[in-house]
């Protein structure tokens, strides 16, 4: 039985213990001075006072009950949403890994000698990097100085000059893509050192080569500091 109905009963209990009396003075208990015990009327009015003030505090707490549902529902549906969310980001993460495991993995970094002066020479020759500092993929050739595209995409390819011998003498370098001239980086010197560098984005198919030339006439300088480097990676494949 619910409490707010024991309370109902219990008032009307009190009410009709009321209503059964005269309603006189003589229904109260008289002590030896004649005057009223309590236990009578008085007794029944505390009484009702108290049942009305406990039917007040379960209604209380029945409201406060509704309340505290309604707040564990919205934050199980908090929850829902939050594990929905992870959940995608879980999914999307997973997407992510498996799209890098399948893609190619192609970067190179060399430097060109430790010899000193390189060149001039009366003829283009090819330049040939003889120190790798990163070849993942192995797509640079440190015996032929070629880059081979393992996979058709776009790359970035980055290339510095630099010639410090002490006299006025022309320097620089030159990119080609199967044989055709890309770039080019002239330098003249003034008995300074002089520096340079250029960097290109290229769309390549499988099987392009990426060298770099020294051009007749054109001199180079390069020690263990590496003032002469050539370097890329792909960004995409396609």
């Known amino acids: 039985m619910k409490i707010d109905t024991v309370v109902l009963l219990l008032c009307l209990s009190v009410t009709r213990a009321q209503g059964d009396g005269t309603g006189g003075q003589e229904n109260d208990t008289m002590n030896s001075l004649g005057e009223p015990q309590p236990g009578g009327h008085g007794s029944d009015c505390a009484i009702l006072t108290e049942l009305r003030a406990l039917r007040d505090m379960v209604v209380e707490q029945k409201v406060e009950l509704r309340v505290t549902q309604s ?62 500092f990163t070849n993942i993929g192995n797509a640079y050739s440190p015996v032929t100085g070629a880059f081979t595209a393992p996979v058709r995409g776009v790359y970035y390819f980055r290339f510095t000059a630099a010639d410090g011998r002490r006299s006025k003498t022309k320097a620089g370098v030159q990119m080609l893509k199967n044989d055709h001239k890309i770039m080019v980086i002239h330098i003249l010197n ?49």
């Open 190 to 238: 003034n008995g300074l050192w002089s520096y340079a560098s250029n960097a290109v984005t290229l769309e390549l198919e499988q099987g392009d080569m990426i060298m770099m030339r020294l051009p007749s006439g054109f001199g180079l300088f390069d020690d263990i500091w590496n003032y002469n480097t050539f370097s890329g990676f792909l960004l995409f494949p396609m």
């Open 71 to 132: 707040q564990v529902e919205e934050m199980r549906r908090d929850n829902a949403a939050l594990e929905a969310r992870l959940s995608l980001s879980e999914h999307h993460v997973e997407e992510l890994k498996a799209e890098n495991e399948g893609r190619p993995k192609v970067a190179f970094s060399v430097g060109l000698t430790d010899s000193g002066n390189v060149g001039p020479f009366n003829t283009d020759t090819s330049l040939v990097y003889s120190k790798v």
